[in-house]
């Protein structure tokens, strides 16, 4: 059974920076693709990043160039580097992963999506 607990969320001010991350029981990270999402209030939970196969990476337009994607395989982790913050990104943020057995993403939607955190909040002003 999987379980993915977030944490490094919090309050900034526009133009700054926070580090998200996502431990996962088990042996997850490098072998499953994996995502950031977030949801604001009123809105669909949406994508923001992806990691999978040799750490190769996907982005939302919204973040690119902005936010990096990582992962630490012997920590069971996952990271999200958030730079250059806008209020726009205010909303809670989730990582999940895809359990498909082959390690591929079957696609950019949350319902490909196996297991979740509990997010952490980010909230920028």
């Known amino acids: 059974h999987v379980q993915l607990v977030e944490s490094g969320g919090g309050s900034v001010q526009a133009g700054g920076s926070l580090r998200l991350s996502c431990v996962a029981s088990?042996?997850?990270?490098?072998?499953?693709?994996m995502g950031w999402f977030r949801q604001a209030p009123g809105k669909e939970r949406e994508a923001v990043a992806r990691i999978y196969a040799r750490d190769s990476t996907d982005y939302a337009d919204s973040v690119k160039g902005r936010f990096t994607i990582s992962q630490d395989n012997a920590k069971n982790t996952l990271y999200l580097q958030m730079n250059s913050l806008k209020p726009e990104d205010t909303a809670m943020y989730y990582c999940?992963?895809?359990?498909?057995?082959?390690?591929?993403?079957?696609?950019?939607?949350?319902?490909?999506?196996?297991?979740w955190g509990q997010g952490t909040q980010v909230t920028v002003s």
């Open positions: 088990g042996y997850i990270n490098g072998r499953y693709c």
């Open positions: 999940a992963v895809d359990l498909f057995p082959t390690g591929r993403c079957r696609s950019w939607y949350t319902y490909h999506y196996d297991a």
